[in-house]
Structures are given as structure tokens and as C-alpha cells.
């Protein structure tokens, strides 16, 4: 699995560097820009009834809400943009491999797979991949990139690799 394929007059994507190991909940951490600025920010809420993650922007602002659901016959998060979920990120039951469906609200249903515990994936949406994960792109240890392509919606993909993260 490579980077995102681009042709010269294709706008190239963004890419961000996160921590390999989740937080626990409580804990904090910041997704870095490929300059290295503090982009996004995973605010881990305690004392809650579900596990709940807070993406935000550089200035603090909620752009997602990663929240485990409990009662179902297989584990699932919802990814939540205000009072509405954007996105929610289940475990895929067919197959051997590591595979996470991922149902978007008002748009095409997206798909991870690869190696998801080591960080060697892709996000697809219809045959086209979107994001690619990877830890090949950093030397320092418990850390990967996020790659996004040109488009895309930056927060959300962030927002549903944390959510792949809080279930493997």
C-alpha cells in the first residue's frame, strides 16, 4: 500500500501525523499538520456514561463527536457533527481480514481495510481511496500518518480514524 496516487494537475491532499496508541479517556492529544502545527485536537471527555472523544480545531472549536454505542450485537461508533451522526463506524462481520464499514449520512457508505492494529490502511469510497494510513511516512515511534485526499472532508476522516483506533 502506497501514498495517494496523484497525477501533476490533481491538487495534492493533506497529511497529518497521530499518536499510535489511544488515548485513554481523560487524556489529550494534538493530529499535527505535515509542518508540524498542532491542526486538530482529541480531547478525551471523562466521566461519562460512554466512551466520548471531542475532535477540535486549533482555536478549540468541536468540529466531531466520536461516541462508542454499547447496546448493539457488534461494537460501533458514531461520529457526530452537532445533534446529527455524520458517520458510523462498525466492524465489518465477512472476511478474515480487517475490514470497517463506515455508513455516512447523505452520502456514499465508505470502507477501511489492510492491516488496521499496525496502521497500514485505506479509506474507499466507491472504488476510490480518500484517506491512506500508514506509519511507514514517520520515524518516531507510536506515531502514523493520515493522508487525506485533495476534497475531502478533512475533520471527518480524522474524526472516523479515531474511531477505527477506539475499536481496534
Same mark, same amino acid.
Given at each position: 500500500?502506497?501514498? #495517494?496516487?496523484? &497525477?501533476?494537475?490533481?491538487? =495534492?491532499?493533506? &497529511?497529518? %501525523? ?15 499538520? @505535515? %509542518?508540524?502545527?498542532? !491542526? ?14 471531542? #475532535?477540535?480545531d486549533d482555536s478549540g472549536n468541536e468540529v466531531a463527536r466520536i461516541q462508542e &454505542?454499547?447496546? @448493539? ?7 457526530? &457533527? ?9 466492524? !465489518? ?16 457508505? *465508505? *470502507? !477501511? ?20 494510513i500508514s506509519k511507514k511516512w514517520f520515524r518516531v515511534r507510536e506515531s502514523y500518518? =493520515? ?8 475533520? #471527518? ?8 483506533? @477506539? #475499536?481496534?
Amino acid at each position: 500500500m502506497g501514498l #495517494l496516487r496523484h &497525477r501533476p494537475d490533481e491538487p =495534492v491532499g493533506e &497529511r497529518f %501525523q497521530m499518536r499510535e496508541k489511544l488515548l485513554s479517556i481523560g487524556d489529550d492529544f494534538w493530529i499535527e499538520d @505535515s %509542518q508540524g502545527r498542532r !491542526a486538530y485536537k482529541v480531547n478525551g471527555k471523562a466521566l461519562r456514561m460512554r466512551d466520548t472523544l471531542v #475532535l477540535e480545531d486549533d482555536s478549540g472549536n468541536e468540529v466531531a463527536r466520536i461516541q462508542e &454505542r454499547k447496546l @448493539s450485537i457488534r461494537d460501533k461508533v458514531a461520529v457526530e &457533527r452537532g445533534e446529527d451522526t455524520a458517520a458510523t463506524v462498525h466492524k !465489518a462481520l465477512i472476511g478474515l481480514r480487517d475490514r470497517f464499514s463506515i455508513d455516512v449520512k447523505g452520502g456514499p457508505d *465508505m *470502507m !477501511a481495510h489492510g492491516n488496521i492494529v499496525d496502521h497500514e490502511y485505506e479509506i474507499e469510497r466507491d472504488g476510490h481511496t480518500v484517506a491512506t494510513i500508514s506509519k511507514k511516512w514517520f520515524r518516531v515511534r507510536e506515531s502514523y500518518g =493520515v493522508e487525506i485526499a485533495a476534497g475531502e472532508d478533512v475533520p #471527518l476522516l480524522l474524526a472516523i480514524t479515531v474511531a477505527i483506533d @477506539s #475499536l481496534t
